[in-house]
């Protein structure tokens, strides 16, 4: 199995219910390593920048609200399939729907506040990544 990046996103109601380190911890926990990490506040325009795939969906202004109405914490995790691995750690979207234990069946409010987001695949983990963090911000070993 190769060894793959995801990007996460720590959401704005992640981030207002002081749960930054509750989530990193289970993070590391289930065997990622974060590459890079940092705090932000998104603006409309990089937070619609950033879901533009969803730009023609019903939610998308929602989202960019959402996603813009404070600060957020991007990561860079790697681990051996790390894509569907952590797709499953963090639950379903609507998290009535999550297994329970993962972080949204434990800690997300609604679809729309869902704690946690996770790349979809491993071009968009790349490409995901790309957009917050430059590959010279990137940690290439934690030795």
Known sequence: MAVERTLT??????????????????????????????????TKDTAGGFYAVHKERP???DLVEFMSSGPCVPMILEKENAIEDFRTFI???????????????????SIGENIVHGSDSVENGKIEAAYFFPESEVVANNA
């Open 9 to 42: 996103i720590l959401k704005p109601d992640c981030v207002r219910k002081n749960l930054i380190g509750e989530v990193t911890k289970r993070i590391q926990e289930a065997g990622f390593t974060i590459k890079a990490m940092k705090l932000t506040r998104l």
């Open 59 to 61: 939610f998308f202004d």
């Open 91 to 109: 639950g379903a979207t609507n998290p009535d729907e999550a297994e329970e234990g993962t972080i949204r069946a434990d800690f997300a409010d």
